[in-house]
C-alpha cells in the first residue's frame, strides 16, 4: 500500500507544481467551446475523489457526494491548501474492507453498492486523477501554455516510452 500512496503523492505534488506557475485567470478560465469546464473545475473533481476516499465514513465510500461549486474551482491558493491537506491524509489510510457506491445510470438514479479497499480504490484514484489530468494538459496546451510531457500520462505509458527509448 505504501507504494500506492507514494505515487498519489508523486501524482499530487505535480499537479500542485503547474497550478502554483499558473496566473489566476488562466486556472479559472472556462474551456466550455472545448466540451471542458475549467481547469479549476478538474482539479476540484480530482481533489473531490480523495477526499471521499480519504473520509470513508462507516467503511463506505460515495464518490457522487461531491463538493460541486466548491471555491477549490476558483482559487489556486484554496486549491494548494486541499492538496497539502490531501497529502497528509493519505498516509493515514488503513487498507481494510470496504464498500464504493455509485449511481450507475444515465437514464434513471439507480445507485449500485460494491465491495473493494482501500487499496483497490487508491489504484482507482490515480488513474481518474491522471485521466483528469491529461484533459487539464489539454486545456493548458489549447491555451498556449507548455506543460511538463508526462504530466496526465498514465504510468504503464511513461514505462512504454522510457523503454522504447532504450531500445532504440
Do not use: W
Not at 481547469?39 to 475523489?49: A, M, P, T
Not at 480523495?50 to 461531491?66: F, K, T
Not at 490531501?86 to 464498500?99: A, C, G, K, M, Y
Amino acid at each position: 500500500m505504501l507504494m500506492l500512496i507514494h505515487a498519489n503523492h508523486a501524482l499530487l505534488e505535480q499537479a500542485a507544481t503547474l497550478i502554483n506557475e499558473l496566473d489566476e485567470a488562466d486556472y479559472v478560465l472556462p474551456m466550455h467551446a472545448y466540451g471542458s469546464g475549467s481547469i479549476g473545475q478538474h482539479l476540484r473533481h480530482v481533489l473531490d475523489h480523495y477526499h471521499a476516499l480519504s473520509s470513508c465514513e462507516h467503511g463506505v465510500i460515495d464518490y457522487d457526494q461531491r463538493r460541486r461549486d466548491n471555491p477549490v474551482e476558483t482559487s489556486k491558493a484554496l486549491a494548494l491548501a486541499e492538496i497539502q491537506r490531501t497529502l497528509h491524509r493519505l498516509p493515514l489510510l488503513v487498507d481494510q474492507p470496504i464498500r464504493v457506491r455509485s449511481e450507475v445510470s444515465p437514464h434513471a438514479q439507480h445507485v449500485e453498492e460494491t465491495n473493494s479497499s482501500i487499496k483497490r480504490e487508491l489504484l482507482f484514484v490515480t488513474s481518474h486523477a491522471v485521466h483528469h489530468f491529461a484533459l487539464i494538459a489539454m486545456l493548458l496546451r489549447l491555451q498556449g501554455m507548455a506543460v511538463p510531457m508526462d504530466f496526465g500520462v498514465a504510468p504503464a505509458t511513461l514505462t512504454h516510452q522510457r523503454q522504447q527509448q532504450l531500445s532504440a
